[in-house]
């Protein structure tokens, strides 16, 4: 027997299920507040069942009903009293499609709507929609204006207003603080979220971004609120401008106070140590103006700014130097200078020219590199006149030596040919003196020899401008009787002997 109820019942069960799918309604149905919403409804399939009586009901919470409105065919439409009334109407006065409207939908409205048919011989037949009242919330973010501290306090609010569903608060900074959240049920059923990001605050904080974001269902993306902090602190002073070269007579220092506040600073105030400003000085609002440095501003000047906070200081120490020079022919001093040693360079540089070409100038001996003085070489004495017993010219002539032991000392060295022409006088018959006839001869070979070396000059000059070495030095071509070289450019010594400047030695 208990089985076969168990059995009766799950056949009634289903046939229940089976009868209460055929009335269709949405499962959830969303609304705004202001708005209207549609709430359909329909009996599909009906067949044999005869439907006698359609109703609305609302269920605000579980197990409180309420109807708002009844459709009957004989009687038609009836709006029971209720917070609906007025505002709830059939969209289609029928059994078979017996949906309604809601007009001016209230946060309230929100619950569960069922669709109830009351038929025979089944019994009645229902089918629940759930309304579901969304409120797009209210937001904002605002900074607030805190003072610097050392202890932690709320720096910006956030918050959306009478959401439904709540809303989600979350907030974006470099700051170094941290944030929370509140939540709060409306009257009407919308839901208030709230948050507060807190931190220590310094004047570093001062204008730092911070972002609140706010995310909720109504919304196609998050809503951003970025904002700068706004941190106050008195006045942070620094004094600017001094280039350590103030130096007695100067006209153009300058020395500026910038300041950091929040709010603005309202007045800048310029002092010394010992009080009063120096004479010299002029004070152009954050400006000080040194009109001619002397020992009244080798002093420590101090700046102080005021605003609603308080006050700050700065303080800079100046020290005056004194200047040896005029400071404004400074550069004309430098060029003087870099002009002086240019102008040496060059000399220096045109008499070692001048040096290099008087030494190529003058002759060369192979002996000491001392001028004017023989070493321990020979002197050749030749012949190139045809001797008087002879038929050729005598290359063959006395040797004569200079030895540097004895300055001066004439030494004869003996003939290496044995076969000199007779004629020919010895060494010791070549006169060392001369008399006056000599002497005029000597004179006017004399001036034909300066001719000579002025021409070799010239040519000389030639050669180096060419890059060239100088000719090769030539014997004159003046000969006496005997064929000696009376006429070679002949120098007197200390101890009264003549030697030739343009004989070969060797």
Not at 2 to 26: D, K, M
Request: charged share 20%; proline share 6%.
């Amino acid at each position: 027997m208990g089985t076969r109820f168990q059995i009766l019942g799950f056949i009634l069960l289903c046939s229940r299920v089976g009868y209460a799918q055929r009335v269709r309604v949405s499962t959830e149905v969303e609304a705004y507040p202001n708005g209207s919403v549609n709430l359909l409804c329909e009996f599909t399939n009906p067949g044999s069942t005869k439907l006698t009586q359609v109703s609305w009901i609302f269920e605000a919470t579980e197990g409180q009903r309420e109807n708002i409105a009844v459709f009957h065919p004989l009687y038609g439409e009836s709006f029971p009293t209720s917070a609906f009334k007025g505002r709830v109407k059939f969209t289609m006065a029928s059994l078979e499609n017996p949906s309604i409207r809601i007009d001016s939908v209230k946060m309230s409205d929100a619950g569960r709507y069922t669709c109830e048919y009351a038929t025979y011989p089944s019994g009645n037949e229902q089918g629940t929609t759930t309304l579901i009242m969304l409120a797009k919330p209210k937001n904002s973010a605002t900074p607030v204006v805190v003072q610097a501290s050392s202890a932690k306090v709320v720096v910006a609010r956030c918050e959306a207003l009478q959401g439904k569903p709540a809303a989600t608060i979350t907030w974006i900074s470099n700051a170094m603080g941290d944030f929370n959240s509140t939540s709060q049920l409306e009257p009407d059923g919308t839901v208030t979220v709230r948050s507060e990001y807190r931190m220590t605050p310094s004047s570093s904080d001062n204008g730092r971004d911070l972002t609140c974001l706010i995310s909720q269902r109504t919304q196609d993306r998050p809503q951003t609120f970025p904002m700068k902090l706004m941190v106050q602190y008195p006045p942070m002073v620094k004094i600017e401008g001094y280039d350590e070269n103030w130096y007695m007579g100067r006209t153009d220092a300058l020395l500026t106070c910038h300041t950091d506040a929040n709010p603005k600073v309202t007045n800048v105030t310029w002092t010394t140590v010992s009080g009063n400003l120096p004479a010299t000085v002029k004070v152009d609002q954050n400006r000080l103006l040194v009109q001619k440095v002397d020992e009244s501003v080798n002093t420590t000047f101090i700046c102080e700014a005021k605003n609603n906070l308080g006050s700050g200081k700065g303080q800079l120490t100046a020290s005056v130097i004194e200047l040896m020079g005029d400071p404004s022919s400074a550069g004309v001093l430098v060029g003087a200078i870099l002009g002086s040693l240019l102008a040496l360079l060059l000399a220096g540089a045109l008499i070692a020219v001048l040096v290099l070409r008087s030494r190529r100038q003058q002759p060369r001996y192979s002996g000491d590199s001392e001028q004017g003085t023989f070493g321990n070489k020979a002197r050749l004495f030749g012949v190139k006149k045809v001797s008087k017993n002879g038929t050729g010219p005598n290359n063959n002539g006395p040797i004569y030596t200079y030895r540097e032991s004895e300055p001066g000392a004439l030494t004869e060295k003996g003939n290496e040919f044995p076969h000199a022409p007779a004629g020919i006088p010895a060494s010791h018959h070549i006169p060392l003196t001369c008399d006056k006839a000599g002497q005029r001869k000597f004179d006017v070979l004399n001036d034909s020899m300066e001719e000579e070396e002025e021409e070799e000059e010239e040519e000389e000059e030639q050669y180096d401008s060419f890059g060239g070495l100088p000719h090769t030095y030539h014997l004159p071509r003046h000969e006496d009787d005997y064929g000696v070289y009376l006429d070679d450019d002949m120098e007197s010594q200390r101890d009264g002997s003549i030697i030739s400047r343009t004989a070969i030695y060797v």
